[in-house]
């Protein structure tokens, strides 16, 4: 079982930068292809980004690309989502999932662990 805590989120006016940070313990962080989503008030959850076991290839929501970044440093069993140039529409709760594959997944029913989330708010 891996347990995914993540952190970093608040309140940050449009135009702004923040960094999320999802730390893993538990199983083998490297074994396991990770991915971010999101979940606006009153929406679905919705795919963001995701990421191979080792980090070397990445695939994006076509309404982040260019903007959000997602890396992972496996010696520090933790994933990362650099967010730049935010806008109002990006305001949910974000989430960090892990995927027992090489590669990622843009269909949440994929992931079997989740983190607890955490909110970005982005003022206009």
């Known amino acids: 079982q891996v347990q995914l805590v993540e952190s970093g989120g608040g309140l940050v006016q449009a135009g702004g930068s923040l960094r999320l940070s999802c730390a893993a313990s538990g199983r083998t962080f490297s074994s396991y292809a990770m991915g971010w989503f999101r979940q606006a008030p009153g929406q679905e959850r919705e795919f963001v980004a995701h990421?191979?076991?080792?980090?070397?290839?990445?695939f994006y929501a076509t309404s982040v690309k260019g903007r959000l970044t997602i890396s992972r440093d496996n010696s520090k069993n933790t994933l990362y989502l650099e967010m730049k140039n935010l806008k109002p529409e990006d305001t949910a709760v974000y989430y960090c999932a892990a995927r027992p594959s090489y590669s990622g997944s843009t269909n949440d029913w994929a992931y079997s662990y989740w983190g607890q989330g955490t909110q970005v708010t982005v003022s206009s």
């Open positions: 990421t191979t076991i080792r980090g070397g290839s990445a």
